[in-house]
């Protein structure tokens, strides 16, 4: 869906150790978004980029961090990953330049798991 | 915290049926959506409805808003086995910065048996 490609897809490592996860599109949006998905949780914002190098934390920012040098890529880091960070991580992006009212389009998510 | 609260959680229903599933929110909106989920893959957007709009067709959905009442309903009609997957809505909320962030329900899980 709309050029997203979440790398990689599945992902098993040990608590304390860094992981990054990486979102690429294809389709020149200004706007990314990380998500995590979990049982009775529905989705939640971690982070959200509005513009090359420009970021923002969302509502389960904390453990988390992200970078964006290029419009294409957004790439999520868990400095010393713990078990409670095991997840599904969504990447979506959004936002044709000037226009209002868009809807985002989702990457098929990285399964984490942190043992 | 969770802007959108859906209901029911999860819903089965006969192919032929309709299937309504309802999503109500607690702050000003600049607009409401509806995503799609099967399972193992990511969200897919499937209707948008602006705050001043009341009512939105596409195919065989239909969507309600009630900005009064800070509700929305999705209803799929004639429903069919491929329907089955988890549905999501989300809300885009007024504030002083719109980066078109999203605040999602915890979805409601719709079951269609041939």
């Known amino acids: 869906d709309a050029g997203i490609t979440q790398s990689p897809r599945h992902k098993v490592t040990e608590t304390g150790t860094p992981v990054t996860l990486r979102c690429h599109q294809t389709?020149?949006?200004?706007?990314m978004y990380w998500y995590r998905q979990d049982p009775g949780h529905g989705l939640r914002l971690i982070h959200y980029?509005?513009?090359?190098?420009?970021?923002d934390k969302g509502e389960v920012s904390d453990g988390y961090s992200v970078s964006r040098s290029k419009t294409e890529d957004f790439l999520l880091t868990l400095e010393s990953a713990t078990s409670s960070q095991t997840s599904v991580y969504f990447c979506?992006?959004?936002?044709?330049?000037?226009?209002?009212?868009?809807?985002?389009?989702f990457g098929d998510g990285t399964r984490l798991s942190i043992l | 915290s969770q802007q959108g609260e859906e209901d029911p959680q999860a819903l089965s229903i006969q192919e032929g049926e309709n299937a309504t599933m309802n999503c109500s929110y607690k702050?000003?909106?600049?607009?409401l959506q509806w995503y799609r989920q099967n399972s193992g893959r990511g969200l897919v957007h499937l209707i948008l409805?602006?705050?001043?709009?009341r009512e939105k067709h596409s195919g065989r959905l239909r969507v309600t808003l009630d900005t009064s009442k800070k509700s929305s309903s999705l209803l799929i009609t004639a429903s069919r086995a491929a329907d089955t997957a988890s549905y999501f809505c989300a809300t885009d909320e007024i504030s002083g910065t719109s980066y078109g962030k999203l605040t999602f329900g915890q979805g409601t899980i719709l079951t269609v048996h041939p």
């Open positions: 409805i602006r705050s001043n709009e």
């Open positions: 979506a992006t959004s936002g044709i330049q000037g226009m209002l009212d868009q809807p985002q389009h």
């Open positions: 980029s509005y513009g090359v190098k420009d970021t």
């Open positions: 389709e020149n949006h200004r706007y």
């Open positions: 702050t000003s909106i600049n607009n």
